[in-house]
Nanobody
Framework: QVQLVESGGGLVQPGGSLRLSCAAS????????MGWYRQAPGKQRALVAT???????YYADSVKGRFTISRDNAKKTVYLQMNSLKLEDTAVYYC???????????????WGPGTQVTVSS
């Protein structure tokens, strides 16, 4: 019913920038919070940043001042601008969204398949 598709990952040198996008599609009536998580090899999936439908944002301490989350509600899309990338930012980045579909009364979480970000010299 709902698909989230990430794009924009890739290989970048330390200090470089990338912009991730995640578009939601399907039988959607409303989207509440959207966010980005990441999972590095051998580690658990961790929150990177979230943004509410009203635009309020939250960032993990490790990315504050370097990453910016934003969204376009009309396009059902969330973005993550990543600047000053570090080696430790290497991970698979997952998009998450709380979505209400036609016929439903509650928001449910959905996940994208993930996009690889590799920071390496």
């Amino acid at each position: 019913q709902v698909q989230l598709v990430e794009s924009g990952g890739g290989l970048v040198q330390p200090g470089g920038s990338l912009r991730l996008s995640c578009a939601a599609s399907g039988s959607i009536t409303s989207i509440n919070a959207m966010g980005w998580y990441r999972q590095a090899p051998g580690k658990q999936r961790a929150l990177v940043a979230t943004i509410t439908s009203g635009g309020s944002t939250y960032y993990a301490d490790s990315v504050k001042g370097r990453f910016t989350i934003s969204r376009d509600n009309a396009k059902k899309t969330v973005y993550l601008q990543m600047n000053s990338l570090k080696l430790e930012d290497t991970a698979v980045y997952y998009c998450n969204a709380y979505v209400k579909v036609f016929g439903a009364d509650v928001f449910k979480p959905y996940w994208g398949p993930g996009t690889q970000v590799t920071v390496s010299s």
